[in-house]
């Protein structure tokens, strides 16, 4: 049993288990469809927000092909950084700084919430430099429900597996015995 202990702390130990969030996201307005999804952190910020880490999806016909570092502008949109923050909700899901994205044909996109306007809204400002715009959008979010337990189960699963392994191994001639008995 011993043996099987340390099999499991090297599977734990040269496997590390990196928790994330998939979310689905999307937004729209006339002439304009993106949807795609994020991936981010496990655990909030200290405000509720959830760092994206990645990102997929598309914009009308082009692919998103990247995030922008969190902490620096889409080009064009200096210099005003991006925060690439996402909130459960209720409330904005965005800040003012919201998230940024590169596109397949050249452009850049950061969508945030414009909590200073008189009416707050979400906006997309697209950046195809020189030129660029601001529209108002639907913007919405959510995660995604992955069943973690099944990874977890599965793991468990080879390691009783291994643990059988080295058992048979240990003790052939009388499990061979028991599982394939002589006629």
């Known amino acids: 049993m011993p043996s099987l202990l340390r099999i499991a702390a090297v599977v734990f130990l040269a496997f590390p288990i990196n928790a994330s969030i998939l979310w689905d996201w999307n937004y729209s307005t006339s002439g304009i469809i993106a ?11 200290a405000n509720g927000g959830y760092l994206i880490t990645a990102i997929t999806g598309t914009r009308n016909a082009a692919t998103i092909i ?11 949109n200096e210099p005003f950084d991006v925060d690439n923050l996402i909130f459960a909700g209720p409330g904005p899901q965005l800040t003012k700084n919201g998230f940024g994205f590169a596109l397949s044909d050249g452009s850049y996109v ?7 306007l008189p009416t707050p809204a979400y906006l997309e400002f697209f950046s195809d430099p020189p030129s660029s715009t ?3 959008v639907q913007f919405s979010a959510a ?12 793991a468990l699963a080879g390691l ?4 059988i392994v080295l058992d048979f191994g240990n003790n052939s ?4 015995e028991l599982l ?4």
């Open 35 to 45: 949807a795609g999804t994020f991936t981010t952190v496990d655990t909030p910020d």
């Open 66 to 76: 990247g995030l922008q570092p969190t902490g620096t502008p889409i080009p064009g």
């Open 110 to 116: 950061n969508p945030f919430y414009a909590d200073f």
């Open 134 to 136: 601001e529209l108002e």
């Open 143 to 154: 995660p995604v429900s992955v069943p973690e337990p099944a990874g977890f189960a599965l």
């Open 160 to 163: 009783a597996l291994i643990a």
């Open 173 to 176: 001639i009388r499990n061979r």
């Open 180 to 183: 394939w008995p002589l006629s």
